[in-house]
């Protein structure tokens, strides 16, 4: 009998837990034992791995976070932590292991399976910067948290005809920002993929005034150059010039813990149950995602490789339908 066990690690995302109920209860059908291993690779380095029937997956679907817990790790960056690891699952007698999580986590299980452990991945986070899925888990839930937080900000946003400025996640990828922005009709959108300048933003605001509306919103993703802060305090210090004030809001965390919708609780459905199908048939090494709406399996050598682009053209017509 196979014993096969699942981690999630780095960031949570909505949808986590539908994918590990998708994984011990796919697996447990193929006749394998199913553990969870806690609290990520730190986790796996110090043995905190349990089993996992159907009924400890049972209730957590529509739960947002993770069941398992999560966490950033840099003992498993070295190779003497990645051998303290596979030390703990050959203790357990685990043959192989399921890892959900973003880039950096997608990293670690190449290099477990680099070493000649069977590894799959499930593509898992809220930044959707991940090569090898079009869409992450987590990705949609969390822009809907985004969203409708752009829609509340606009409704006070016109009352008071004042700006307003959102930060939302995104530390190397303005995916969140620009999509929410798109989908919430902001007047500008600031990402880290393309610099900004703040002078240029004000004009903008100014323009969306002169032109009639009654509110303003700029979208910022955190890494961009001019995130929250920045912009605060140039509007700060140019406020008699600029003639007016803006208003900042930082979502923060706040955009991790929803519910998962729909579309995450069954992306993370298909993506968990693909995950134990690639795992029977022997196809190790891959990371499960979407790709043109198919679930698809892509080697981890070309994940950790390649770098997801974002389409800078949705940048430019977010401009023109600012006007
Ligand atoms: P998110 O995109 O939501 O932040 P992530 O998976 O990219 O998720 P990271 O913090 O980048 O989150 O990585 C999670 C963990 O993956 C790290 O704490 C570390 O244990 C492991 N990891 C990252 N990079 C490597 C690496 N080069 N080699 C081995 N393990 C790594």
Redesign the pocket.
């Known amino acids: 009998m196979k014993r096969i066990a699942v981690l999630t690690?780095?960031?949570d995302?909505p949808g986590m837990n539908a994918a590990i109920r998708a994984i011990v209860r796919t697996g447990l059908d193929k006749g394998w034992e199913m553990f969870g291993v806690h609290n990520?690779?730190s986790g796996l380095i110090s043995g905190e791995i349990a089993p996992l029937g159907a009924r400890d997956v049972g209730g957590i679907i529509q739960k947002g976070g993770t069941m398992l817990g999560s966490a950033?790790?840099?003992e498993?960056?070295t190779e003497e932590g990645r051998r303290k690891a596979l030390a703990q699952m050959e203790q357990q007698g685990i043959g192989g292991l399921i890892v959900i999580?973003?880039?950096?986590?997608?990293?670690?299980a190449y290099?477990l399976s680099r070493m000649g452990f069977p590894v799959v991945g499930v593509a898992s986070?809220?930044?959707n910067?991940l090569y090898g899925s079009d869409i992450t888990i987590g990705v949609q839930t969390a822009m809907d948290v985004a969203l409708e937080a752009i829609d509340r900000l606009k409704v006070t946003a016109s009352s008071h005809h004042r700006a307003f400025l959102l930060e939302v996640m995104g530390r190397k990828c303005g995916y969140l920002a620009l999509m929410a922005g798109i989908a919430g009709g902001a007047e500008a959108i600031m990402i880290p993929e393309q610099k900004t300048d703040p002078e240029k933003v004000a004009a903008d605001l100014r323009k969306a005034y002169d032109n009639g509306k009654a509110h303003a919103i700029i979208v910022v993703a955190e890494g961009a150059q001019n995130n929250a802060d920045g912009m605060a305090q140039y509007f700060q210090i140019h406020r008699e010039r600029l003639g007016f004030e803006l208003r900042v809001t930082k979502l923060g965390h706040v955009q991790r813990g929803g519910s998962p919708g729909s579309f995450d609780r069954i992306l993370g459905t298909q993506l968990g149950a693909a995950a134990t199908e690639a795992m029977e048939k022997g196809n190790k090494g891959v990371l499960m995602g979407t790709i043109k709406g198919e679930i698809a399996a892509t080697p981890l050598d070309v994940v950790v490789n390649n770098k997801k682009d974002l389409d800078l053209r949705l940048l430019e017509l977010a401009k023109v339908l600012a006007t």
């Open positions: 690690s780095g960031g995302a990520g690779y950033r790790c840099r498993f960056e999580g973003g880039n950096g986590s997608q990293t670690g290099e986070t809220i930044d910067d």
